[in-house]
């Protein structure tokens, strides 16, 4: 080589020394739809990930995520490093409890005995721990109805505290509010309808019309009249009356 002649392989002034080459560091993050890459560099030249956040994310739909991110430096051959990344995804109370009917209807007989099971609501909720514990009460519903049903806030079963009384009232309306650990709620009402026993004798009102009954009354004369009322209903409420045979009287219908 010559004096002013430059050394054979000598490295171009602009390009970067090797060192540099090979500590250039590129990063890949495998394909997620909720997460990317953004790559920063520090004062000092350095370069480091930052992972971020591009969607909303959904427990209920996918709790954890697994994310693979690939370091490549500048080398040739290329030289490249993994690390494996977990996310999992802490519930948040999102979801509202959902009852499996809106109304629920039943039809009790009015013997039923006392604790006996009317109706059991169920409730659900998509969220997870204390954000999914649902309780139960009664909302808008009279004091005296409260008198008549308990409703358990562990599981929504529906029992009777006291005799029901088809004559006293044949159909009840509840409204049952179910509540998550988050203080969201969802409401459901429940019909009962109470059917009727034959539980009532017929009761007789008599009017005499002549007392005494002269003994020339002519045939067909009112003696009495007589008014029959069953507290019952349908055809536990119709009633026959009757007369003994061999006296020298009879009934007839005057009215319905």
Known sequence: VGQYGARA???????????????????????????????????????????????HLDRENQSSHHLILTAVDGGNP???GTVQIRISVTDANDNPPVFTEEIYK?????????????MQVKATDKDDGLNAQITYSFRNTPDDVRKIYNLD??????TNVRNLDFEDTHKYMLVVEARDGGGQTAQCKVQIAILDENDNAPEMKFTSVF????????PGTVIAL????????RENGEVECQIEHNLPFKTAASSN
């Open 153 to 158: 806030s562990e599981n929504g079963r529906i």
């Open 78 to 80: 290329v030289r490249s």
């Open 211 to 218: 007392s005494p009954i002269p003994e020339d009354s002519p």
């Open 9 to 55: 392989g000598a490295r171009d002034p602009a390009e970067p020394p090797a060192e540099r080459l090979l500590s250039r560091t590129n990063y890949q993050l495998s394909k997620n739809p909720h997460f990317s890459l953004d790559v920063k560099e520090s004062p000092d030249g350095n370069k480091y990930p930052e992972l971020i956040l591009e969607n």
């Open 106 to 118: 039943v039809s009790l007989r009015e013997n039923l005995p006392k604790g006996s099971l009317v």
């Open 226 to 233: 007589i008014k029959v009322h069953d507290e019952d209903t």
